[in-house]
């Protein structure tokens, strides 16, 4: 065994680029390659990409990630695949050729549909099958969308000459060279066409949204061979052994894997998910359910929560007003001042999502005095993605029944020291936060690693998951409850500002 494989490498295929690293034996980074792609935005609120795009700047990094490690494909044990979640693809079977645009997770065209469907009452049918809330942001209703929009779409559907993917799927089927129609449990989970209880695509629901079966790929456990790579980025084949969306793969590299952990990415948005174990926990406050894996036969649920303004309100800070230079000066800014003065900064720039749901709020800025400097309402900013992250913590807890007991975090934000000790005196909760914070990428060359034999089980993945710093709560309790008290008046003062 002289030329023995020795990496994993993980495609992450994101919303604003496609990104590719190698990871070791010990789950550490040998290398990353990183290749932005094009953000189409033809009419307000639509959001397109290049399906080819997608796939050649994906195919580049993989390339480039192996290479700058010194190694050839030889050296790769198996391939993991994570990716953006809900955005879709339609092509067709004999020449491959995708008939539109990807539509974005973020494309907001099909909204009027969607509260039609709200209108008629499917809202309770649609939660109980697919964990979901009725929302433009799935893929059912843009699948319905291009077969309605383009010319000849529905006809070709109908004669099964289409095919359907999310993105996890488009990218099997170019790297096997178009033999593969597949895709993973949790990506089906977000597509509001699969039911999550029986594992199946839903003849109700494909029937509600006019799609036909013969469109939908094959659905597997997250953790299996899929394909092999047979397409010619390397000269070896290669076998794609592990699949899941973004949010349920970085839930795994941050190994919540007992029943009650939970993760929190705090990027552009901020990503709650915890784990439910094998019970699929419905919400009562529009948190989603969704499938956080499947490894083997054992399926693993999920409650996920999102807040739509996190690491965005420092780029706000930093773009549109001017008030820091970097995101990362932000901290030090911040830290010029005691505490927020009474600065309180709701970042409702769209709405505000759990538990509010309110897409008539609009941003503000409360308690302004005399004494008011930019630096309090940095600091107020930064605090505020702690607290909608509490807010949305709550309301967890509430649909879990349980208290959590810790809380990992990772995204490009927790790089901000106050922030993650912010967050851990508001929730009063300890903040783990790893040593590898690509945490997305881990976990999904960690579901291939383990189909693979890469891995032996996930008690040695475990093993080597290691923390970078803890964060204890230490703001006394009197203290917190006041501020979360003055945080949940100005959020209160800024909901249904759009009449
Ligand atoms: P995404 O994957 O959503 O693009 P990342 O995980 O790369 O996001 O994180 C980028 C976000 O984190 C940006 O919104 C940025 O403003 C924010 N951010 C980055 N560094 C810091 C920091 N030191 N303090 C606060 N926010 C930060």
Not at 354 to 374: E, K, N, V
Request: glycine content about 8%; overall charge negative.
């Amino acid at each position: 065994m002289s030329s023995e494989p020795s990496f994993i490498l993980a495609l992450d295929q994101g919303t604003t680029s496609s990104r590719a690293i190698l990871f070791d034996n010990n789950g550490s980074i040998r290398s990353v390659a990183q290749k932005d792609f094009k953000q189409y935005f033809p009419k307000p609120g639509w959001v397109e990409h290049d399906p080819g795009e997608i796939w050649s700047t994906q195919a580049a990094v993989a390339a480039e990630a192996v290479a700058q490690s010194g190694h050839s494909g030889n050296s790769v044990r198996s391939i993991g695949i994570t990716n953006q979640r809900e955005t879709t693809i339609v092509w067709e079977r004999s020449s491959g050729r995708p008939i539109y645009n990807a539509i974005v997770w973020q494309d907001r065209r099909t909204a009027a549909f969607c509260d039609r469907l709200k209108n008629e009452g499917l809202e309770q049918m649609i939660r109980e099958k697919t964990g979901l809330v009725i929302d433009a942001y799935f893929s059912a209703s843009k699948i319905n969308w291009i077969l309605n929009n383009v010319d000849g779409a529905k006809e070709k559907a109908q004669r099964g000459e289409l095919m359907f993917g999310t993105v996890d799927t488009w990218l099997m089927y170019k790297l096997s060279n178009h033999k593969v129609h597949l895709t993973d449990v949790t990506n089906a989970s977000r597509t509001m066409l699969f039911n999550i209880q029986t594992m199946e695509w839903d003849s109700e629901l494909l029937d509600l949204f006019e799609v036909p079966l013969s469109m939908m790929p094959e659905v597997r456990s997250c953790s299996e061979v899929f394909c092999e790579l047979t397409s010619d980025i390397f000269s070896t084949k290669i076998p794609i052994t592990g699949v899941a969306g973004d949010q349920q793969a970085a839930l795994f590299g941050q190994m919540c894997v007992e029943e009650g952990m939970m993760k929190t990415t705090y990027g552009t948005g901020c990503f709650m998910v915890l784990n439910t174990g094998n019970k699929m926990v419905l919400s009562d406050n529009k948190l989603l359910t969704t499938i956080g894996w499947q490894i083997n036969n054992e399926i693993t649920y999920a409650l996920e929560g999102s807040v739509f303004v996190g690491g965005a309100a420092i780029q706000w800070l930093r773009d549109q007003v001017h008030m820091i230079k970097t995101a990362a000066e932000s901290e030090t800014v911040a830290k010029s001042v005691n505490d927020n003065g009474g600065v309180y900064f709701v970042p409702a720039m769209t709405g505000l999502g759990a538990p509010y749901w309110d897409q008539d709020a609009r941003g503000a800025i409360f308690g302004i005095t005399r004494g008011t400097s930019s630096a309090h309402i940095v600091r107020a900013a930064i605090e505020s993605i702690a607290f909608q992250v509490n807010d949305v913590l709550t309301a967890m807890e509430a649909d879990f029944g349980e208290k959590a007991k810790e809380m990992r975090v990772d995204g490009g934000a927790v790089a901000n020291d106050l922030l993650v000790q912010f967050q851990a005196d508001v929730s009063r909760l300890p903040l783990l936060r790893p040593q590898v914070l690509e945490t997305t990428a881990l976990g999904a060359a960690y579901l291939s690693g383990l189909a693979s034999g890469f891995w032996p089980d996930i008690e040695a993945i475990k093993a080597q998951w290691k923390v970078d710093r803890a964060f204890n709560p230490l703001m006394a309790e009197g203290e917190v409850a006041e501020t979360i008290r003055f945080w949940r008046k100005a959020v209160n003062r800024s909901l249904n500002w759009l009449d």
